[in-house]
């Protein structure tokens, strides 16, 4: 497929490795001329250097032949231009990055005004990812489907738990939640499961299940802990207004600690309810003095990722029992794994993920289509949704007699409202959607089976 | 300082008062009065106003500090020559009196020093009710609503001369702005003067009552004020339209442009009504409980005191000064609220008291979280430090000219209470003070002549919100 990426900063530069990575043929427009050279030398694709809202210079880089067009640059206006002439000079689809809180609800009008297709916002949607972690903060990473109905969690093995030495066959003897190990990652390597496995302690596990169950699993294996009630947040970036407005909406008590005191009374302005403290988040009598004692949740924000670091760090010495850290170079998050910081957020790889999973729907123009698409462990693993259609070939027979490739596994089934778990007897039925982990590149639900038909 | 200009501001404004005073004239020819007073009135002034427009201004620029003096100059100017018809037709002798009784009028005060009402003929008597209409809504907003005034400069005046921390434009011209505000105006004196004549009271008692009650001042046709009319629907009316009086004016406007949402959700309209509400229900329960009054009647006097009292308007219909004490420590910290800004009501206004108010609770936070970042917010948006500080000199402003004016009038032998009372009720521009002599039923005649321009000057201060007199009666602004 023919893609532009208009603006190449840090998430233009992500998604234009991960789509790159998908095989794709892409045009890299970025006006600094470092950064061009920098990705010509590292990546498969055409570099072109200039202003990304320039005509001129999008016609030449093939906009109007290009079946999709990121504006993915700074600004959230120059990106709304280079959408509004791509999509006159013909691109097939045009997604743009706006990350305003002031454009969030005009996302329906934008997208008629200028013609988008599709409006991504990193900062959103990591507050998103960080939120979901806080409301069920049992485990490091919380992603869900079919708009909530089933989550994966992410959860570390501890020594001497309940899980530890456990045989995968054994799990539905032992616990009466309804749950499913989908995905272990052992040592750095991910590995997909099957009822011989054996847990072992440090084994970093993706499970699958409605929240209910997953609650109710987290009980009985002893590790489920409440709901944080009130988080600190360190530095009052978008990510930090837009995190605070959904916390507030679950009545959570927030204190942001910003350095700039300026825009601490606009942040005072945002969100006129949240504490907001003017002060060095780096001097510990600070974060003393506002509270970090009492908090129970602490998400480090800031724009620098050693800061972010350090601050969790010292947090999780303050026995906050939920510490979520912001980390932009995301090759530091194996490191931190080691460290005790578990749950790390990364917003160009949620931008990543949301842009491969409209590339991936929009390369399958028949079939079930990919829904949602979650990169798991670092990036090889990959948990999909995808909407059953009438005529797929997987469900015409039970699970049990679909030659299914090797490394994939159906996780969960929704039909209607309901998740279900599926074993060797249940049948895929159209209208489902099904929840797929697996280390292949997945187009279609069909793509699980050894051979199509 | 641009004097040219000033001097030509001034002359409109005299020659438009000229044109105002042709009203009472009419007034006094249809009850087949002389005419003589207001002629006598009418000539000088014009004069005046045509011998100020005489010299032709070289530039029409008008910084802040003009626009002060113009404000504190022009209601001193209408103050002594309104002041004109009431010795010329003999009703109030002596200049110092009428004088008192113009400003009273002026301001909205309602701060009478009248005692033989029989003896003022019906003309003058209509100025009388006329000046606080006047006075309402300030004679330069008219201004700005009649004559060309070069925009960029006129602002300067708005803010000087119109009540409340910031002023606003509803819409984009200010001469619209001025001419929406008097319309709005006029409507509801109509309104008010039709629910009057519906109640069963004369055309004159009704328009005169309108005046009064729309200014918020408090002058009545009749010796015992509203009471005089021994009539509950009279008084029910008169007490709902005080407080739709002492209601910020741009609610209406919001109101016929059919935003009513804005209006519902409106801080200081709510706390303008919870005030009502609380103070009635406190008074009524004193009334009940230490009085006997029984409870329809206790409710009904609560109630029209109440709004009396808040709106600054001043009427009277029961003599609150014979009331137990608490009951009138409440009325004492109604005086100090007064209305809402943009109305026509004097005293700090609600909206400061909020901001000041949400201000110190802010401070005080910070005092155990000094790093916390707090916003001071009034309607959902930000209150500007500088809004909050200008409140806060408001405040120290009236809480010391309040002190100083009451000290003043010990000097003329009145006790405490009264000197007390008497300075809060000008200042806020009330009337009727705490104790039985200056009360609803008294009268601020037995002040000594200095005692009386000291509460005249007491009345334009607070009408003008201090600055344009302070800025007038300061060195500094006549220096080069």
Redesign the interface.
């Known amino acids: 497929m023919k893609i532009v990426i208009a603006g190449a900063g840090v998430i233009g530069g992500s998604v234009a490795e991960a789509l790159a990575e998908e095989g794709h043929d892409l045009t890299v427009i970025d006006s600094n001329p470092d950064t061009v050279r920098h990705l010509s030398n590292t990546l498969d694709v055409i570099c072109v250097e200039g202003d990304v809202a320039d005509p001129e210079l999008l016609r030449e880089a093939g906009a109007a032949e290009a079946e999709l067009v990121v504006a993915a640059t700074e600004k959230d206006e120059v990106n709304m231009v280079c959408g509004i002439v791509s999509h006159h000079l013909g691109a097939g689809h045009v997604i743009a990055r706006i990350r305003d809180p002031r454009y969030l609800h005009q996302t329906e009008f934008l997208r008629s005004a200028l013609g988008l297709s599709q409006i991504v916002n990193p900062e959103y949607e990591c507050a998103r990812q960080i939120a979901r972690i806080l409301r069920f903060p049992s485990a490091a990473r919380v992603v869900t489907f079919s708009r909530g109905s089933v989550e994966i969690v992410e959860h570390r093995v501890p020594t001497n738990g309940a899980l530890c030495g456990l045989r995968l066959s054994d799990m539905s003897r032992r616990f009466s939640s309804r749950v499913l190990i989908a995905l272990v990652e052992r040592g750095g390597k991910p590995l997909i499961p099957n009822g011989d496995t054996v847990l072992l302690a440090g084994d970093r596990l993706s499970i699958t299940g409605s929240s209910d169950d997953l609650r109710r699993f987290f009980h009985e294996i002893g590790e489920y802990k409440k709901p944080v009630r009130r988080v600190m947040i360190m530095g009052g970036s978008r990510t930090a207004v837009y995190l605070t407005r959904l916390l507030q909406e679950s009545g959570i008590d927030v204190t942001i600690v910003e350095r700039d005191?300026d825009r601490?009374?606009q942040?005072?302005?945002l969100i006129?309810k949240a504490?907001?403290?003017?002060?060095d988040f780096t001097h510990a009598d600070?974060l003393l003095?506002?509270g970090i004692l009492t908090a129970d949740g602490f998400v480090s924000l800031t724009g620098d990722d050693g800061d972010n670091i350090i601050t969790s760090l010292y947090a999780r010495s303050c026995d906050v029992s939920k510490v979520v850290t912001k980390i932009d170079r995301e090759h530091f998050a194996g490191v931190l794994a080691d460290s005790g910081l578990e749950s790390i957020v990364s917003p160009k790889e949620l931008v990543a993920q949301q842009l491969a999973r409209y590339v991936r729907a929009l390369g399958n123009s028949s079939g079930s289509s990919v829904q949602t698409l979650y990169r798991l462990s670092d990036g090889s693993v990959e948990a999909l949704e995808f909407t059953v259609h009438e005529g797929d070939a997987c469900t015409r027979r039970p699970l049990r007699e679909l030659k299914l490739r090797p490394d994939v596994l159906i996780a969960a089934l929704i039909r209607g409202n309901k998740s279900i778990l599926p074993d060797g007897s249940t049948r895929i039925q159209p209208g489902d959607h099904a929840v797929v982990i697996t280390a292949h590149r997945l187009r279609s639900l069909d793509d699980i089976l050894e051979e199509k038909p | 300082m641009n004097y040219r200009m000033i001097f030509r501001v001034l002359g409109q404004i005299l020659l438009i008062y000229a044109e105002l005073l042709i009203l009472p004239l009419i007034a006094g020819l249809c009850y087949g009065e002389s005419a003589l007073p207001f002629i006598l009135t009418i000539l000088p002034t014009a004069a005046l106003g045509g011998l100020l427009l005489l010299p032709k201004p070289r530039s029409r620029s008008l910084v802040a500090r003009d626009s002060f003096v113009i404000v504190g100059l022009g209601w001193i100017l209408i103050s002594l020559l309104g002041a004109l018809p009431f010795v010329f037709s003999g009703s109030i002798p002596s200049y110092v009196d009428a004088l008192f009784e113009t400003a009273s009028g002026l301001s909205t005060t309602g701060a009478s020093v009248l005692q033989d009402f029989d003896a003022m003929p019906r003309g003058v008597m209509f100025w009388r009710c006329f000046t606080h209409w006047i006075g309402g809504m300030g004679v330069l907003v008219f201004l700005m609503a009649v004559l060309p005034m070069s925009g960029e400069h006129a602002m300067h005046i708005m803010r000087a001369e119109v009540p409340g921390p910031t002023v606003g434009k509803l819409v984009p011209r200010l001469k619209h702005t001025a001419r929406i505000l008097y319309l709005i105006y006029i409507g509801m004196t109509l309104i008010e003067m039709i629910a009057l004549l519906c109640a069963g009271l004369s055309f004159y008692d009704a328009l005169l009552h309108a005046f009064s009650t729309a200014g918020t001042g408090g002058f009545s046709t009749m010796p015992d004020s509203v009471a005089g009319f021994h009539s509950a629907a009279v008084e029910n009316i008169i007490a709902v339209f005080m407080i739709l009086f002492g209601l910020n004016f741009n609610l209406y406007y919001l109101l016929l442009i059919g935003s009513w949402r804005k209006v519902l959700r409106n801080e200081e309209c709510r706390a303008f009504l919870l005030h009502i509400l609380i103070a009635v229900g406190l008074i009524a329960l004193g009334l009940r409980m230490q009085c006997g009054v029984e409870t329809r009647r206790a409710l009904h006097d609560a109630f029209f005191n109440v709004a009396s009292i808040l709106s600054t308007t001043g009427f009277g219909t029961e003599d609150f000064t014979r009331w137990p004490e608490y009951c009138k420590w409440i009325l004492i910290l109604l005086m100090l609220c007064g209305g809402c800004a943009g109305s026509t009501g004097g005293g700090i206004k609600l909206s400061r008291l909020m901001i000041l108010f949400r201000s110190a609770k802010c401070d005080l936070r910070g005092m155990s979280r000094p790093r916390n970042v707090f916003r001071v917010e009034l309607e959902g948006k930000r209150v500007e430090p500088a809004t909050v500080r200008a409140s806060l000199t408001f405040v120290t402003f009236y809480a010391m000219l309040m002190f100083l004016i009451a000290a003043l009038l010990s000097l003329d032998g009145v006790d405490i209470a009264t000197g007390f009372t008497a300075s809060i009720s000008c200042l806020s521009n009330i009337g009727p003070g705490m104790t039985p002599a200056i009360g609803p039923a008294g009268s601020f005649a037995f002040f000594s002549a200095p005692a009386k321009l000291l509460l005249t000057l007491a009345m334009l201060l607070g009408r003008l919100e201090f600055y344009p007199i302070l800025v007038l009666f300061s060195p500094r602004t006549w220096k080069r």
């Open positions: 005191h601490c009374d942040l005072c302005d006129p504490h907001i403290v003017c002060g600070v003095e506002d």
